[in-house]
Each structure stands twice: as C-alpha cells, then as structure tokens.
C-alpha cells in the first residue's frame, strides 16, 4: 500500500498510511528501496514522494518524519543513488531531499560518516543542467557551513568543483 502511494504520489494517503504508525510494519523501507529501483520511472516518482515528505510545514516547522527516514538508512540511500542514477529527475529530487534537511545537524554530521559522500554530491558538478549544478552549488555552500566538514570536502575535491563552477557560469544564481 505504502508503495502504491508513493509511486502514485499520493501524498495525503503516504502521509495516512505513516501516521498510523503500525507496529509491525516499517513504512520507510519500500518507500527507501523504491527510491533506488532500477526503473527510472518509479525512482522518480519516490523521489518526488519523498521531495513532499520532508519540505518544511507551512508555519516553516521541519518535517516531522525526518528522524525516522534517517534511522532506516535514507542518507546513505541517497548518496548511493547520486552515484549510480542517470536521471535528471531523479538526481534532482536528492539534491533537493538533502537540501530540505540542511537545517538537521545530524545530516552533516553523517555525511561527514558516509565514505565518499562529498564526491558523489560532486558527481554531476558538470552536468549540462543549469538547475543540477545550481542545486548541487546551493548543497555545497550549505555544508561548507559546519567546520567538522571542510577537510573532508577539500579532500574530495570540492574546491575545485567550485572553480569549474565559477569558469563555467557567470550567472548569480549559482
């Protein structure tokens, strides 16, 4: 049920289904599989699930599944998946997931875990989509924030990922 509605992006039923915390059964799991399914299609429409899922509430609150996402392996989910995806959408809507969290000390810290994290986010530096490297400059500049992270991401290169970005577009937006 949980992946019918993810795939159909149904978020109020996603949202239904979650919030019935049923005892025996972990919601985030498929939903977490389905985000690195083979099938573009289904990887998409996950990640555009999980996009909803985790945006701010209107009165600007984090979202409230965030701690559980992360305990079932959501990170780490998504590092591998800018790693090995093709899709433009599918890239986006984790750059886009990891963004939302930003303001979650404990997304940087287990990033700053996670082996080679940094240069999977680098991967698609290049990208021929201006909104890629845009999102991929704005996660950047977010992480540069916490200090326990610069020697990783000097290590893994991003320092000259921002030079390419700076040579390659003269716009303010990145």
Same mark, same amino acid.
């Given at each position: 049920?949980? &992946? /019918?509605?993810?795939?159909?992006?149904?978020?109020?039923?996603?949202?239904?289904?979650?919030?019935?915390?049923?005892? #025996?059964?972990?919601?985030?799991?498929? /939903?977490?599989?389905? %985000?690195?399914?083979?099938?573009?299609?289904?990887?998409? &429409? $996950?990640?555009?699930?999980?996009?909803?899922?985790? $945006?701010?509430?209107?009165?600007?609150? @984090?979202?409230?599944?965030?701690?559980?996402?992360?305990?079932?392996?959501?990170?780490?989910?998504?590092?591998?998946? @800018?790693?090995?995806?093709?899709?433009?959408?599918?890239?986006?809507? $984790?750059?886009?997931?990891?963004?939302?969290?930003?303001?979650?000390?404990? /997304?940087?810290?287990? @990033?700053?875990?996670?082996?080679?994290?940094?240069?999977s986010i680098l991967k698609h530096?290049?990208?021929?989509?201006? #909104?890629?490297?845009?999102? +991929?400059?704005?996660?950047?500049?977010?992480?540069?924030?916490?200090?326990? %992270?610069?020697?990783?991401?000097v290590e893994q290169g991003v320092?000259?990922?921002? +030079?390419?970005?700076?040579?390659?577009?003269?716009?303010?937006?990145?």
């Amino acid at each position: 049920m949980v &992946a /019918i509605a993810a795939l159909s992006q149904n978020e109020r039923t996603l949202r239904f289904i979650i919030e019935l915390q049923l005892p #025996n059964f972990n919601v985030w799991k498929p /939903i977490i599989k389905l %985000l690195q399914s083979l099938h573009e299609e289904e990887s998409a &429409a $996950c990640g555009r699930a999980l996009e909803s899922l985790t $945006c701010r509430s209107k009165d600007g609150k @984090l979202s409230p599944y965030w701690p559980s996402m992360l305990e079932n392996g959501l990170l780490q989910c998504l590092i591998n998946v @800018l790693n090995e995806s093709k899709s433009d959408d599918v890239l986006i809507s $984790c750059y886009l997931i990891l963004l939302n969290g930003m303001d979650l000390q404990q /997304i940087k810290l287990e @990033l700053g875990v996670i082996k080679n994290s940094f240069t999977s986010i680098l991967k698609h530096i290049k990208s021929p989509t201006t #909104n890629m490297v845009t999102l +991929v400059g704005r996660l950047l500049s977010s992480l540069s924030e916490e200090k326990t %992270l610069i020697e990783q991401m000097v290590e893994q290169g991003v320092i000259e990922a921002a +030079v390419a970005i700076v040579e390659k577009y003269h716009s303010p937006q990145i």
